[in-house]
T-cell receptor, first 109, second 114 residues
Framework: DAKTTQPNSMESNEEEPVHLPCNHS???????IHWYRQLPSQGPEYVIH???SNVNNRMASLAIAEDRKSSTLILHRATLRDAAVYYC??????????FGKGTRLSVIA | SQTIHQWPATLVQPVGSPLSLECTVEGTSNPNLYWYRQAAGRGLQLLFY??????ISSEVPQNLSASRPQDRQFILSSKKLLLSDSGFYLC?????????????FGSGTQLSVL
């Protein structure tokens, strides 16, 4: 499986935008970029995914570099409920998700 | 709508005892099913996944096993628990229709082996 690299932790102030980076320099042409997040003591939940173009949904935006070797998850206005571990995952087809260590996001009131 | 049920929420078991965790999905048919484990302070590890009844793929060799006796039922078992089996066990499902189907996770079982 292609690997992703994320910072171990990040901090944000409440109501400010958050940009969570992910490097995936060995991505292949058929790998989709998925983001999940895990709130404390819960299972992960889907956030967003994309292939080449930037994507937006009600939770977040995904900005994908032109060469696809990196991407950024954007939370437009962080709230305390966004404090979680965010996982960037490369996925081919319907293969099982393989989680890395993710980025632990702390949100400060 | 689809729902996933996982129980129990917490479990304390002695070393050497057997284990059975059950997961059921409602509102869909022929789902892909998964078992993950998260040890304390660590990432999620894929243990087993299944694309159909009786079809189990094991990702990590260990003393755990999985079975899928019915389409929407996935069971994680062990004959003799080890201390290292402690962790947060999560069941998940995804549809088997298209690529990039989202995974939906259950609420998890916190297992403590003492």
């Amino acid at each position: 499986d292609a690997k992703t690299t994320q910072p171990n932790s990040m901090e944000s102030n409440e109501e400010e935008p958050v940009h969570l980076p992910c490097n995936h320099s060995t991505i292949s042409g058929t790998d989709y970029i998925h983001w999940y997040r895990q709130l404390p003591s819960q299972g992960p939940e889907y956030v967003i995914h994309g292939l080449t173009s930037n994507v937006n949904n009600r939770m977040a935006s995904l900005a994908i570099a032109e060469d696809r070797k990196s991407s950024t998850l954007i939370l437009h206005r962080a709230t305390l409920r966004d404090a979680a571990v965010y996982y960037c995952i490369l996925r081919r087809g319907n293969t099982p998700l393989v989680f890395g260590k993710g980025t632990r996001l702390s949100v400060i009131a | 709508s689809q729902t996933i049920h996982q129980w129990p929420a917490t479990l304390v078991q002695p070393v050497g005892s057997p284990l059975s965790l059950e997961c059921t999905v409602e509102g869909t048919s022929n789902p892909n099913l998964y078992w993950y484990r998260q040890a304390a302070g660590r990432g999620l590890q894929l243990l087993f996944y299944s694309v159909g009844i009786g079809q189990i793929s094991s990702e990590v060799p260990q003393n755990l096993s999985a079975s899928r006796p019915q389409d929407r039922q996935f069971i994680l078992s062990s004959k003799k628990l080890l201390l290292s089996d402690s962790g947060f066990y999560l069941c998940a499902w995804s549809a088997d229709r298209e690529t990039n189907e989202k995974l939906f996770f259950g609420s998890g079982t916190q297992l403590s082996v003492l």
